[in-house]
């Protein structure tokens, strides 16, 4: 079974505060993902990597950074979190099967930023 | 604008009744449709995938339905157990190969005893 995991499920930050949120994946997956999820909303991606040292920007990459420097980690960093950053955070990781791509997602990381 | 559109919000059935939720999508072009179902503190989990060619799509209780011509999907969910409440996400990828996945709003579902 494919897994991905981050490294926390719950987290309370200040404004101002810089924040990393870790994601690890065990299945080789060169493809790998971070979203924020609200409610009302989709999905929304904020940065993708297809390779390490390798990212691109999704829809909403403002106020974020990502890191990749190995294969199975992929790294959101919060330069300066602000209350509007408040959400929950899905890192996932893709395969090509069948000549499509299936995303694997983690837990999910609730940030709350006070 | 590619939107992926999901009624009802939510929903709440007892156990052992059937339900339907719908997605209608603006996607263009379409290369397939997901149904996701994500349980509460939990991230997504593929049900069913279905090419523009495919109109019908079973995972055990869970049936797809896909009409290209109108963009429109449904899931259906027969004989509901407690295990079903969780939030049912409509996923449409534009292009073949592509990772641009647009994702729906979500039907929060909740089957109660």
């Known amino acids: 079974d494919v897994k991905v995991t981050q490294s926390s499920r719950y987290l309370v930050k200040r404004t101002g505060e810089k924040v990393f949120l870790e994601c690890v994946q065990d299945m080789d997956h060169e493809n790998m993902f971070w979203y924020r999820q609200d409610p009302g909303l989709g999905l929304r991606l904020i940065y993708f990597?297809?390779?390490?040292?390798?990212?691109e920007k999704g829809d909403i990459p403002e106020g974020y950074s990502v890191s990749r420097e190995k294969k199975e980690r992929f790294s959101l960093i919060l330069e300066s979190a602000s209350t509007n950053q408040t959400s929950m955070y899905l890192c996932?990781?893709?395969?090509?099967?069948?000549?499509?791509?299936?995303?694997?997602f983690g837990p999910g990381t609730r940030l709350t930023v006070t | 604008k590619n939107q992926v559109e999901q009624s009802p919000q939510s929903l709440i059935i007892l156990e052992g009744k059937n339900c339907t939720l719908q997605c209608n999508y603006t996607v263009s072009p379409f290369s397939n449709l997901r149904w996701y179902k994500q349980d509460t503190g939990r991230g997504p989990v593929s049900l069913t995938i279905?090419?523009?060619?495919?109109n019908t799509k079973s995972n055990g209780r869970y049936t797809a339905t896909l009409d290209a011509d109108t963009k429109q999907s449904s899931l259906h969910i027969t004989a509901s157990q407690l295990s079903d409440s969780a939030s049912y996400i409509c996923v449409v990828t534009p292009d073949n190969y592509g990772q641009n996945f647009v994702f729906g709003p979500g039907t929060r579902l909740s089957v109660l005893p």
């Open positions: 996932a990781s893709s395969l090509l099967t069948s000549g499509m791509y299936e995303q694997y």
């Open positions: 990597s297809y390779d390490v040292k390798m990212k």
């Open positions: 279905m090419t523009f060619s495919e």
